[in-house]
Nanobody, 122 residues
Framework: QVQLVESGGGLVQPGGSLRLSCIAS????????ISWFRQAPGKEREEVLC???????YYAGSVKGRFTISRDKTKNTVYLQMNSLKPEDTAVYYC????????????????WGRGTQVTVSS
C-alpha cells in the first residue's frame, strides 16, 4: 500500500524551529519529486517548496532562506527543516510525491499524506 506519513508538527514560538518528516511506504522515493504544501485556516493550499528527483530544490518566496528540504534515501524519508518561524507559517503541512524523473518539479502530485499541524504562537 502506497502511503506518506508526516510527523514533527507542533507548537513553537516565533523565531523557533521545527523539522517535519515525510516517511514513504509501499514505494521508493528515489525517482520521485517530493513537495511540501501547507494550508492555513480559510486560505487555499499553497506549495511551500519541492525537490525534484535530482534533488534540485524549488522554494516559494515566503520561505526562501528559512526552510530547506532534504531527502534521506536510506530511510525513504524527506525532511522539511523550518527555521525562523513566523505566526504566518501556521498551517497544516502536507507532503506529496510523484514519480517524475526530471530536474524540475511537476505541477500535480499522485500521493499525499494526511498532514501535520504546525502552530507558531507566543
Amino acid at each position: 500500500q502506497v502511503q506518506l506519513v508526516e510527523s514533527g508538527g507542533g507548537l513553537v514560538q516565533p523565531g523557533g524551529s521545527l523539522r517535519l518528516s515525510c516517511i514513504a511506504s509501499g514505494f521508493v522515493l528515489d525517482d520521485y519529486a517530493i513537495s511540501w504544501f501547507r494550508q492555513a485556516p480559510g486560505k487555499e493550499r499553497e506549495e511551500v517548496l519541492c525537490t525534484s528527483a535530482y534533488d534540485t530544490p524549488y522554494y516559494a518566496g515566503s520561505v526562501k532562506g528559512r526552510f530547506t528540504i532534504s531527502r534521506d534515501k536510506t530511510k525513504n524519508t524527506v525532511y522539511l527543516q523550518m527555521n525562523s518561524l513566523k505566526p504566518e507559517d501556521t498551517a497544516v503541512y502536507y507532503c506529496a510525491a510523484k514519480y517524475y524523473v526530471q530536474s524540475y518539479c511537476p505541477e500535480e502530485y499522485d500521493h499525499w499524506g494526511r498532514g501535520t499541524q504546525v502552530t507558531v504562537s507566543s
